[in-house]
C-alpha cells in the first residue's frame, strides 16, 4: 500500500494479544488508522479497550503480532530494539500520566538527561533545555526538584522534556489523568500551541471529555477495534 507523504503514522491490518491467567486478550484486532501530519488526535474508549496498547504499538513501545506500522515512512513493526531507540530518540516525544521525571534531578537536569548521549555540546544541550521550559512557561523553576513541584508543574516540565528534542511527533497516555481542571486546561493548551506552532503531531489517549475538544481527530475504541474516526 502506498504511503502518503503527508501520512505521519499509518497502521495497517495490526494484531495484539496478551495471555494472562492463561486466558487469551485480543488488545487490538484488525486495527486500521491514518494519521497526517500536523493532526491533533484524542484516541477513546473505556478501560481495557485497547487505547493504550494502540498508542504502544505506534511509538514503538511495543510490537503487533501481525500488521504494519508506519512511522514517518518506516515500518517498526518488525524493527530492532536498536533501531527503535534512535528512532524514539529522534522522532517521538512522550508524556505520561505520572511524568516520569528523576526525583535526584532538577526540572533542567531532567530535561538535559533526554539529550545524552548526543553529538550536541553541553552548551547546545543547557539552550535547548532552556528553550523548551521557556516554552512550557516553566524556566523560573528550572532548579526545583520534583518534590518542590505541583502536579500541573510537573507535567510541564515532562512536556519540556518530550519537546527538547524537537521531535516530529508527541505521544501522550492520560496526560491530564492526575491534574486538577486548572492545570489540565494549561498543559491542554501548551500542547496545542505545539501542536499549531511547531506543526507537531500529537495523539493522547484520554476518558476526560473535557480535553477532547483540543484535537481535531478523534479516535473512538471498543474492544480492542476501532469504532469510528471524526
Given at each position: 500500500?502506498?504511503?502518503?507523504?503527508?501520512?505521519?503514522?499509518?497502521?495497517?491490518?495490526?494484531?495484539?494479544?496478551?495471555?494472562?491467567?492463561?486466558?487469551?486478550?485480543?488488545?487490538?484486532?484488525?486495527?486500521?488508522?491514518?494519521?497526517?501530519?500536523?493532526?491533533?488526535?484524542?484516541?477513546?474508549?473505556?478501560?481495557?479497550?485497547?487505547?493504550?496498547?494502540?498508542?504502544?504499538?505506534?511509538?514503538?513501545?511495543?510490537?503487533?503480532d501481525s500488521g504494519k506500522?508506519?512511522?514517518?515512512?518506516?515500518?517498526?513493526?518488525?524493527?530492532?530494539?536498536?533501531?527503535?531507540?534512535?528512532?524514539?530518540?529522534?522522532?517521538?516525544?512522550?508524556?505520561?500520566?505520572?511524568?516520569?521525571?528523576?526525583?535526584?534531578?532538577?526540572?533542567?537536569?531532567?530535561?538535559e538527561a533526554l539529550l545524552?548521549?548526543?553529538?550536541?555540546?553541553?552548551?547546545?544541550?543547557?539552550?535547548?533545555?532552556?528553550?523548551?521550559?521557556?516554552?512550557?512557561?516553566?524556566?523560573?523553576?528550572?532548579?526545583?526538584?520534583?518534590?518542590?513541584?505541583?502536579?500541573?508543574?510537573?507535567?510541564?516540565?515532562?512536556?519540556?522534556?518530550?519537546?527538547?528534542?524537537?521531535?516530529?511527533?508527541?505521544?501522550?497516555?492520560?496526560?491530564?489523568?492526575?491534574?486538577?481542571?486548572?492545570?489540565?486546561?494549561?498543559?491542554?493548551?501548551?500542547?496545542?500551541?505545539?501542536?499549531?506552532?511547531?506543526?507537531?503531531?500529537?495523539?493522547?489517549?484520554?476518558?476526560?471529555?473535557?480535553?477532547?475538544?483540543?484535537?481535531?481527530?478523534?479516535?473512538?475504541?471498543?474492544?480492542?477495534?476501532?469504532?469510528?474516526?471524526?
Amino acid at each position: 500500500m502506498p504511503i502518503d507523504r503527508d501520512t505521519m503514522i499509518e497502521v495497517i491490518d495490526v494484531n495484539k494479544e496478551y495471555r494472562m491467567a492463561g486466558a487469551i486478550i485480543h488488545a487490538l484486532v484488525d486495527v486500521n488508522l491514518s494519521i497526517k501530519s500536523g493532526d491533533f488526535v484524542m484516541i477513546q474508549g473505556p478501560t481495557g479497550c485497547g487505547k493504550s496498547t494502540l498508542l504502544n504499538v505506534m511509538s514503538g513501545l511495543d510490537l503487533p503480532d501481525s500488521g504494519k506500522v508506519i512511522l514517518d515512512g518506516e515500518n517498526i513493526a518488525r524493527a530492532k530494539e536498536d533501531r527503535l531507540s534512535r528512532l524514539r530518540r529522534q522522532k517521538v516525544g512522550f508524556v505520561f500520566q505520572d511524568y516520569n521525571l528523576i526525583s535526584t534531578l532538577t526540572a533542567m537536569e531532567n530535561i538535559e538527561a533526554l539529550l545524552w548521549p548526543t553529538v550536541l555540546s553541553s552548551k547546545e544541550i543547557e539552550n535547548r533545555a532552556i528553550a523548551a521550559l521557556r516554552d512550557v512557561e516553566m524556566l523560573e523553576r528550572k532548579d526545583h526538584y520534583p518534590v518542590e513541584m505541583s502536579g500541573g508543574e510537573k507535567q510541564r516540565v515532562a512536556l519540556a522534556r518530550a519537546i527538547v528534542s524537537k521531535p516530529r511527533i508527541i505521544f501522550g497516555d492520560e496526560v491530564s489523568g492526575n491534574l486538577d481542571p486548572e492545570s489540565e486546561t494549561m498543559i491542554m493548551e501548551l500542547l496545542k500551541k505545539i501542536n499549531e506552532e511547531y506543526e507537531t503531531t500529537i495523539l493522547i489517549v484520554t476518558h476526560r471529555e473535557s480535553v477532547v475538544k483540543y484535537g481535531n481527530v478523534v479516535v473512538k475504541m471498543d474492544k480492542g477495534r476501532i469504532k469510528s474516526v471524526k
